[in-house]
């Protein structure tokens, strides 16, 4: 069965900080797709990246940096220089065919 | 206008009785999901229709049955829940069919109580 696991429960940071959330995945299947979302405190999820398993070319937008390693079966996630709005829960997730997994999510809180 | 619109944001019910969460998308894809989040809990995929029909259902209990009239408009019914469905039950859509692995863009979600 697929699983995705976000060790991170809670993370705090000071404006300006970089920060790393991680996340590892299991799959059996070679044919897969990752992805993270945020969760602000509205509630909606909104989606940040989507990559396939047969593409690890780490990729950056803006301040967002994502480094995926099949090696390793991770694919953590980077915000450069954090703001106060990068506060959220972030969930990675697993998806196959027809299922999608998530992880429990990481809180990250970003103090001023 | 908001890409996933659901209503109502927040729904108390008593166990016996019976409501409808209403999710409608605005983006033109032709498949849509049900989630529930509890604090206990990862997020649970809960089902999938593609093109109006149900893809998946991940052993979810017959208290709860969705309904997906067209690519646009999904329900999900609620009867005799119990305390422990209390929960943010979440609707996505995505651009393509197949499952869910394409992004998936979700609404503000219904906040639900079961008393």
């Known amino acids: 069965a697929q699983k995705v696991t976000q060790a991170q429960t809670e993370i705090s940071v000071v404006e300006k900080e970089d920060v790393t959330l991680d996340c590892v995945y299991e799959t059996r299947d070679t044919t897969y797709y990752l992805f993270w979302y945020k969760q602000p405190p509205s509630g909606e999820l909104v989606f940040l990246i989507r990559r396939n398993s047969f593409d690890e070319q780490n990729e950056i937008s803006g301040r967002y940096s994502w480094n995926f390693q099949k090696s390793t079966s991770s694919f953590n996630f980077t915000i450069t220089a954090s703001q106060v709005v990068d506060s959220a829960v972030y969930f990675c997730a697993l998806s196959e065919m027809n299922d999608m997994r998530f992880g429990a999510g990481t809180r990250l809180t970003v103090k001023p | 206008e908001t890409g996933v619109t659901q209503t109502p944001r927040h729904l108390v019910m008593g166990m016996t009785n019976k409501k409808s969460l209403k999710c409608e998308q605005h983006l033109g894809h032709n498949a849509m999901y049900w989630y529930k989040q509890s604090a206990k809990k990862p997020l649970e995929l809960m089902f999938v229709y593609s093109l109006e029909e149900r893809v998946e259902n991940n052993s979810v209990p017959s208290r709860f049955s969705p309904e997906c009239p067209n690519s646009s408009h999904l329900f999900l019914h609620l009867h005799t829940l119990q305390p422990e469905d209390s929960a943010l039950y979440l609707c996505?859509?995505?651009?393509?069919?197949?499952?869910?692995?394409?992004?998936?863009?979700f609404g503000p979600g219904t906040r639900l109580t079961v008393t």
């Open positions: 996505a859509s995505s651009l393509r069919t197949g499952g869910p692995t394409y992004e998936q863009y």
